[in-house]
Nanobody, 118 residues
Framework: QVQLVESGGGLVQAGGSLRLSCAAS????????MGWFRQAPGKEREFVAD???????NYAGSVKGRFTISRDNAKNTLLLQMNSLKAEDTAVYYC????????????WGQGTQVTVSS
């Protein structure tokens, strides 16, 4: 079982930066593929970025070049550095985890709100 707790959300002006963190429980973090998703009001949840156990990274086109996903296996922590934020980045951001080889994410955090004012 993996428990995920996000933090770091808040209110920021357009053009600003925020860093989200996701603390994971358990001793298997280094073998997990991790991802960030977001859901804006009235919209479907969407993929933001992911990182494999071997540090391969993928990004949604809308955030590529502005967001950076990283992981610290020693601290069981997933990070999302968000720069040049736009109003359309406003959403609840969720951390997710899946075991290597799994096709779907099986563990989710409770989410953290990011609000970008224009």
């Amino acid at each position: 079982q993996v428990q995920l707790v996000e933090s770091g959300g808040g209110l920021v002006q357009a053009g600003g930066s925020l860093r989200l963190s996701c603390a994971a429980s358990g001793r298997t973090f280094s073998r997990l593929a991790m991802g960030w998703f977001r859901q804006a009001p009235g919209k479907e949840r969407e993929f933001v970025a992911d990182i494999s156990w071997s540090n391969n990274r993928n990004y949604a086109g809308s955030v590529k070049g502005r967001f950076t996903i990283s992981r610290d296996n020693a601290k069981n922590t997933l990070l999302l550095q968000m720069n040049s934020l736009k109003a359309e980045d406003t959403a609840v951001y969720y951390c997710a985890a899946r075991y290597a080889g799994a096709t779907q994410y099986g563990f989710w955090g409770q989410g953290t709100q990011v609000t970008v004012s224009s």
